[in-house]
């Protein structure tokens, strides 16, 4: 298994790597969101449309990662980390490519778009969406160095505050999500009952981003805490 060029190609010198390469895919799917609503919500759809491609390009290659890594991720003993904590970090990263294709999906299915008075509130909440995603990818990256160290060092310190950052990330768009039901809640009476019914959802979707992505980093500080 380790002669195999995809495993060198794969994992280089660190059976996290291609976990990070898994997360900065991620990563770059939560950043065409932003971008993905400013079009939709300016009537924009064939560029809405070109970013919604991209979003699906990047979850299909997401999973294509994912499946590799399962099937080539190492069973060694001598790993620094489980293979069972290592897959259970993979699945939980992997669900926000699957939020963002969820999120762009429905909009696009439906042909959506938010009241004008709440396009700035929402930029907000989306863009601090993926700030709190950087910072679980920020932490992931900083893995390697725990496994050269043996989970002891400034390295560890570092993770701690990044994973505190990203704690206080996921709560300040948990009130940003407040902030926007509100809005939707002061409108909600002059739109169409249903119409109303999935921009509540989508709102809930995008807060899912963030939730996602504490819990990667909660899996990341039961890791390097066992």
Known sequence: MVGNPLFNQLFGRSPITPIQKHM?????TVGKLGPYFEAVNGGDWEEAERLYDLILELESKADDLKS???????????????RSDLLELLQMQDRIPNRVKDIAGLVMGRKMSFPKQMGDVLLEFIDKSKITCGFALEALDGLDELFETGFSGKEVDLIHHLISELDQAEHENDRLQV???????????DLYPVEVMFLYRV????GDVADHSQTVGNRMMYIISR
């Not at 590799?68 to 790993?79: E, G, T, Y």
Request: cysteine-free.
């Open 24 to 28: 900065n895919v991620a990563y770059e």
């Open 68 to 82: 590799h890594i399962r099937l080539n991720l190492p069973r060694s003993l001598f790993m620094p980390v489980s």
């Open 179 to 189: 902030r926007v039901r509100s809005q939707l809640f002061e409108i909600e009476k």
């Open 203 to 206: 709102i809930e979707w995008i």
